[in-house]
């Protein structure tokens, strides 16, 4: 399976300030989930991508999904103590016969009070 | 989540036991997985189970077996534990594709340590 590159790995901001995170594939996706994951706990399923250029928001959090169907962003608006965590992309490549998710590397949100 | 339980939570075992890590879930998902997360590297697949007697191998699969005789569980045996399985192990479980969205639920894990 392709090694799914989640860009930045780590990410620290000011309360308050926005964040995004980029998740790139080299194949075209069937779908892509995003996950969320606090520290010492288990990740959490977000929400799911399926258009080409689909957007959705869920109160500050906004999730696209690249025209190509090949990358995808995640990016909350004013940042709040409890969007602490690390954010997965995972990538769903069904239509090559895949049944199974590959997770990126995370990107890990630290919020400076 | 109240619906995927995994156990033991965390678990200290020697090097060359045998040890099993177990998963059940109640929705009767069809899906379940077992994944290994360890720092740098995110999660990592080991095994999948698409039904009940049906189980495919992910990408680090050496070491490791597993059965699903009943679609509720699905348990992970570590045949000769080996320090480098050292990890936190999550199983999960989602429903079929085409069910609308099928995201994955997660257990809560297992932090297992090899001595």
């Known amino acids: ?113 | 989540d109240a619906g995927i339980t995994q156990s033991p939570r965390y678990k200290i075992t020697e090097t060359g036991r045998q040890v099993t890590l177990m998963c059940h879930q109640t929705w009767s998902h069809s899906y379940m997985f077992w994944y290994r997360q360890d720092l740098g590297h995110g999660l990592r697949l080991i095994y999948y189970s698409a039904a009940a007697d049906i189980t495919d191998k992910g990408e680090v699969s050496d070491g490791y077996v597993v059965s699903r005789s009943k679609t509720e569980n699905f348990p992970l045996t570590l045949e000769s534990a080996t320090r480098s399985q050292t990890s936190v192990y999550f199983c999960a479980s989602s429903k079929r594709r085409g069910k609308g969205e099928y995201g994955y639920t997660f257990g809560s894990g297992t932090r297992l340590t090899v001595v």
């Open chain 1, 1 to 113: 399976g392709q090694q799914v590159m989640q860009i930045p790995q780590y990410q620290h901001v000011q309360e308050g300030e926005d964040f995004t995170t980029y998740c790139n594939s080299s194949t075209t996706l069937s779908n892509i989930q995003w996950y969320k994951q606090r520290p010492g706990g288990h990740p959490v399923f977000l929400i799911q991508l399926v258009k080409s250029g689909e957007v959705k928001k869920q109160k500050r959090l906004t999730f696209q999904f690249g025209e190509a169907k090949k990358n995808s962003s995640l990016h909350i608006t004013a940042t709040q103590t409890t969007d602490v965590g690390t954010y997965f992309c995972a990538l769903d490549e069904s239509n090559f016969g895949n049944e199974k998710l590959t997770f990126g590397t995370g990107t890990r949100l630290t919020i400076i009070p």
